[in-house]
């Protein structure tokens, strides 16, 4: 499952759980695994590419649970886990916008699309009401 469902006195709130990798961290890659500024913006640009290959692959197999994403397969979703004090230093920030911007010149908005987490949530929670309702349809 993907979610949790908070309980308080007056109401009650689904919190979403979005993956959340140390291959796709600055800390860890930066800091830990000492990659220079390239290395680390090109390890980003490398995790993405391989995803959108894999989302491209798997294409649907007509199972019900299958989501078709934006690209025509199944979406996925990478956290890049970026801090002020690591990758938000000018050095490092510079090696980023170049990064993404390769990535979003590469690939249209429909296979590589940047959101925050908000938003990712929002769009999972609006599938799986969508998925839901399509069910309680099928069952009636």
Not at 63 to 88: K, M, S, Y
Request: a negative charge; charged letters at 30%.
């Amino acid at each position: 499952r993907h979610t949790t469902t908070l309980q308080s006195d007056d109401e009650q709130q689904q919190l979403v759980c979005i993956p959340y990798s140390m291959e796709t961290n600055d800390f860890s890659l930066v800091l830990e695994m000492k990659h220079d500024n390239r290395q680390y913006a090109q390890a980003l640009v490398d995790h993405i590419r391989q995803l959108v290959v894999e989302a491209e692959m798997d294409n649907g197999d007509g199972d019900d649970d299958d989501e078709v994403g934006r690209g025509g397969g199944r979406d996925r979703v990478v956290c890049l886990g970026l801090h002020t004090f690591v990758a938000g230093q000018p050095a490092r920030v510079q090696a980023l916008a170049d990064a993404f911007g390769k990535l979003l010149e590469e690939f249209e908005e429909e296979r590589v699309y940047f959101a925050t987490a908000k938003e990712v949530g929002n769009l999972w929670r609006e599938r799986e009401d969508a998925q839901q309702k399509k069910h309680q349809t099928s069952c009636s």
